[in-house]
């Protein structure tokens, strides 16, 4: 199994690349935030614990996190590929998944980081709105990544959503919290020699053509 990490600050287009990725490749898209905010939505306790602290916008404890990803990949076993979407997010949470590869006798093909800055991120989440059901993010006011009806999700229908922590405030935390814990990833990862850099940003589509040629060569 091909397995690719996405890292990258907030709204630097994670999701949206993975997207395409998923729908090119056939590989599955795999964003421990779908994963905590699905856990979140059930009514029990765990799902009102993570209410809280999503909203704080700083990371949720590696090891929730951990057991909603070992879960997923158990339902994907026989797919040609993943796309790791916000995981791993600190070097604890990178040397665990590295020893869940060598346990399943897999390699890490390639981190693509996602470059950009904090106030062409911050102008993304303005028009961001997600589905809830599936995860698709689109943008009102970025006419290349509108929804085809209004409000509406392309893929599977359900009505799109703003999301509860895409407002300036916690942006700005998600975005600190980036550069003090996910943000030294950069030089580990380039360490271990499969550190791919890419201008996210470019348009959508300028994007997706340097990561695809990044996909197409490992
Ligand atoms: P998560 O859901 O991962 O949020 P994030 O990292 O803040 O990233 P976003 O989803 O906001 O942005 P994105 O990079 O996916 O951009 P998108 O494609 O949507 O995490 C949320 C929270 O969950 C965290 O704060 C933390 O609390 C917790 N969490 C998650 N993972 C965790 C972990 N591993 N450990 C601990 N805690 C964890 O694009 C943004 C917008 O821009 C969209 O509207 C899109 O249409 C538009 N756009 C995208 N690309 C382009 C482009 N090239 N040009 C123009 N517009 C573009
Ligand atoms: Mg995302």
Known sequence: MKSI???APPAAGKGTQADLLCKKYGFVHIST??????????????????????????????????????????TIENAPGSILDGFPRNVNQAEEYNRLLRSK??????????????????KRIVGRISCPKCGHVYNDLIESNQPTVKGICNDCQSSLEKRADDNEEIFKVRFETYLEQTEPLIEYYKEKGVLYEVDSALPTNEVFQMIESIVDHI
């Open 5 to 7: 990490i996405l890292l």
């Open 33 to 74: 935030g779908d994963l905590l905010r699905e856990a979140m939505h059930q009514n029990d306790e765990l799902g009102n614990s993570l209410k809280e602290q999503m909203q704080s916008g700083k990371l949720i404890g590696d090891a929730i996190v951990f057991e909603l990803l070992e879960n997923k990949l158990k």
């Open 105 to 122: 006798n897999e390699t890490l093909k390639a981190v693509i980081y996602l470059s950009i800055d904090y106030d062409t991120a911050l």
